[in-house]
T-cell receptor
Framework: EAQVTQNPRYLITVTGKKLTVTCSQN?????MSWYRQDPGLGLRQIYY???????DKGDVPEGYKVSRKEKRNFPLILESPSPNQTSLYFC?????????????FGPGTRLTVL | DQQVKQNSPSLSVQEGRISILNCDYT??????FLWYKKYPAEGPTFLIS?????DKNEDGRFTVFLNKSAKHLSLHIVPSQPGDSAVYFC??????????????FGTGTRLTIIP
């Protein structure tokens, strides 16, 4: 089954404690992206990757890091989480090329930073 | 600066009637538009899209209309069914300020179909 998986699905942590949210896709997609969803703000792109070892900032990259060492994995790293990073996070992937290519989203990770 | 706007946070429609969800955009360089549907505790799923060179695209009960002069698009669902109750995101594709392709999402509209 074609899918994007994220782990963990739910996470409560404290300010400053480094964490990683994993994302993996099994569709051999080149393009992967991270979004956060906040009330009244919709989905905002954090980082994206056009292919292995190629990553770039989205609209709200501050406080986040990513890496793309393998095609299927695109982890999101919060080196020192803060309460304003409490949000619902989605990983997505699509075929390389135009972003109007249908993006497949993971189920989401709800993060709470105390 | 919200380049893609969905001004109605919520919408309630009777089952069997037409649901119309609206979306406005400000960037005339957007050249492709998409609608995504999201159920609680799930990720968004692609619903329907339209190229900027067209003014209508239809897929079963779902039709998207694009009015480029007004920078407005709408999603029509006919007839509405209880399973259509979800949050709908409008999205637009184009070049970012850095010259890369990106998808810009609206804030979403929560559609509730009343049985």
């Amino acid at each position: 089954e074609a899918q994007v998986t994220q782990n963990p699905r739910y996470l409560i942590t404290v300010t400053g404690k480094k964490l990683t949210v994993t994302c993996s896709q099994n569709m051999n997609h080149e393009y992967m992206s991270w979004y956060r969803q906040d009330p009244g703000l919709g989905l905002r792109q954090i980082y994206y990757s056009m292919n292995v070892e190629v990553t770039d900032k989205g609209d709200v990259p501050e406080g986040y890091k990513v890496s793309r060492k393998e095609k299927r994995n695109f982890p999101l790293i919060l080196e020192s989480p803060s309460p304003n990073q409490t949000s619902l996070y989605f990983c997505a992937s699509s075929q390389q090329g135009r972003t109007y290519n249908e993006q497949f989203f993971g189920p989401g990770t709800r993060l709470t930073v105390l | 600066d919200q380049q893609v706007k969905q001004n109605s946070p919520s919408l309630s429609v009777q089952e069997g009637r037409i649901s119309i969800l609206n979306c406005d955009y400000t960037n005339s360089m957007f050249d492709y538009f998409l609608w995504y549907k999201k159920y609680p505790a799930e990720g968004p799923t692609f619903l329907i899209s339209i190229s900027s060179i067209k003014d209508k695209n239809e897929d079963g009960r779902f039709t998207v209309f694009l009015n480029k002069s007004a920078k407005h698009l709408s999603l029509h669902i006919v007839p509405s069914q209880p399973g259509d109750s979800a949050v709908y995101f409008c999205a637009a594709s184009g070049l970012s300020n850095f010259g890369n392709e990106k998808l810009t999402f609206g804030t979403g509209t929560r559609l509730t179909i009343i049985p």
